[in-house]
């Protein structure tokens, strides 16, 4: 039986970790980002010494495992926090080691997911390419022949992975392998997640490099996602199903929502009206569809919270009340979106969601939010997908939180903080970084084991175990978003004035400069 007791409060020990508390109005504020820099120094530092130049430290054995192909995503997924953190030693350990990745194969024979390998590595080389070209961050690199080597990288990447394109619709095939030859796996299917977060990255390359193929070949994939095909599989205006045929491009189900295998197709949306208004224009349209449609259909209240909004999934028009962390960043994307189009009704969404995920992690007995949680809405019919009430294990807990957790784990995200930071930048609220704040010492406190940080495996118990991997998104969004919140102003930084911003963030948290 779960643990119901209320949260217990974490006291950091380190002068590294630790922060006197005090009352302070909202603004930059230098120890708590050298705090978070001090985390992800050593973060990096666990990986470096035990795991590099393979893909993933295992910290509790203080080993590695080749999960991402064996081109050490860590390292490479990690350039841009490095960046942004000002973080010099890092930056430079990494570009030493760009020049000389070999991305036309791999060591061994095995999948490669395309859309894991665009986000992380694509998106961490484009990015690192980004913001070197440019002051103040080249003064970081000792040898800036290392910058046009990030570029060089990313095209042969890019280059390695567009035969997956090569389908009967132009909408790729999710799993390719390169050794002991280039194969597509054969998929029959793609997501919308994997198949429509490939345009930023890959747009954003033809730009720079003036070879329009790239883009070309993610824009049209996407336009299947832009003009679903049949009308009945849009069960609500601008919400689609999950998954494609890579034969027609026709859509094959009508269930989705702001979880896996969906959310950053949506994500994508607004932020490629963000990249370029005028030539992206339809996007954001139908971002907006999809926005209202959620507001309307997909908002949900527990039955004994009220005052919480989550985000149901849908099958069909059925909805069903259930939502992960992954879904924690919509409040963001929310508020990105209230913000470019000077739409009040979003950004006011946004923040609460924002609140309302929040409460996830205020639930929990290590003050960390589960991955998977349910709930009961009194307002949908009960049935098979709305039960009347949780399982008797959970009923005390349910009264309290407004949720029970249906997957236990932690493993280091970043989506919840993700909407903080936007949710502080919209406001200027310091309570958004004072939740931020909190979040960070709870999971510092919980996750710090051997080498570095591990994720969690029950965030509902003390104590509740670790998983032996520190995933490469821990350092580049959970503690970059963690950073940015407390770092002084820059043009980095989201604006309350959306034309003032002259940077997108990939849904990996890699900067992309927008044309």
């Avoid at 666990?46 to 995503?73: C, E, I, K, M, Q």
């Avoid at 095995?110 to 002051?135: C, K, M, P, V, W």
């Avoid at 998954?243 to 949306?269: A, K």
């Avoid at 149901?312 to 508020?335: E, K, M, R, V, W």
């Amino acid at each position: 039986m779960r643990l119901t007791k209320t949260r217990l409060l974490f006291s950091l020990a380190g002068s590294s970790l630790a922060y006197p508390k005090r009352e302070a109005s909202a603004g930059p504020d230098a120890q708590k980002a050298q705090a978070i820099k001090e985390t992800y120094q050593r973060s990096w530092k666990g990986y470096y010494d035990h795991a590099f130049p393979n893909d993933t430290l295992t910290p509790l054995t203080n080993s590695y495992v080749n999960d991402r192909n064996r081109w050490s995503v860590t390292a490479i997924d990690a350039l841009s926090a490095s960046i942004v953190l000002r973080d010099e030693e890092s930056v430079n350990q990494i570009l030493e080691f760009v020049p000389t990745i070999d991305f036309t194969t791999t060591a061994e024979p095995g999948d490669i997911s395309l859309f894991e390998t665009n986000i992380r590595y694509f998106g961490g080389l484009l990015s690192a390419y980004d913001l070197l070209s440019q002051e103040p961050w080249s003064d970081l690199v000792k040898n800036h022949t290392h910058i046009e080597a990030c570029l060089k990288q990313a095209q042969s990447l890019a280059d390695s992975l567009k035969f997956a394109f090569d389908t009967p619709s132009g909408i790729p095939d999710p799993i390719i392998q390169l050794n002991p030859e280039p194969k597509r796996k054969g998929s029959t299917q793609n997501n919308i997640a994997e198949a429509g977060t490939l345009v930023l990255e890959w747009t954003r390359l033809s730009d720079i490099t003036g070879d329009p193929q790239y883009a070309e070949l993610a824009q049209k994939a996407e336009s299947y996602m832009l003009k679903p095909s049949p009308p009945e599989t849009e069960p609500f205006p601008g919400l689609t199903g999950t998954f494609l045929s890579i034969e027609d491009g026709t859509f094959v189900n009508d269930d989705g929502g702001w979880g896996g295998y969906t959310d950053s197709f949506y994500e994508y949306l607004i932020k490629m009206y963000l990249y370029d208004p005028e030539e992206f224009g339809f996007y954001k349209d139908r971002w907006t569809a999809a926005a209202d449609s959620t507001m309307e259909f997909l908002s949900s209240h527990p039955s004994t919270r009220e005052d919480i909004t989550f985000l149901s999934q849908y099958a069909g028009t059925d909805i069903i009340p259930t939502s992960s962390h992954l879904a924690s960043f919509a409040g963001g994307n929310f508020i990105l979106g209230g913000i470019l189009l000077k739409e009040q009704k979003y950004i006011d969404f946004g923040l609460t969601l924002a609140n309302s995920y929040y409460e996830t992690y205020r639930g929990t007995a290590t003050g960390i939010g589960p991955e998977g949680f349910r709930w009961v809405d009194n307002n949908l019919p009960t049935n098979s997908t709305n039960n009347p009430q949780p399982p008797s294990e959970d009923a005390e807990f349910y009264k309290k939180a407004g949720f029970w957790a249906t997957s236990t784990a932690y493993i280091l995200r970043p989506e919840t903080l993700e909407t903080l930071y936007y949710a502080y930048r919209a406001t200027g609220d310091k309570k958004y970084q004072d939740m931020a704040w909190e979040a960070y010492e709870n999971i510092v406190a919980a996750a710090e084991t051997g080498a570095a940080f591990s994720s969690l495996r029950d965030v509902t118990i003390v104590d509740g175990g670790y998983i032996d991997k520190m995933e490469s998104f821990w350092l580049t969004e959970t503690l970059k978003y963690l950073f940015l919140m407390f770092d002084e102003e820059s043009e980095l930084q989201v604006q309350k004035d959306g034309s003032k911003m002259r940077w997108v963030f990939n849904t990996e948290a890699h900067p992309v400069k927008i044309r």
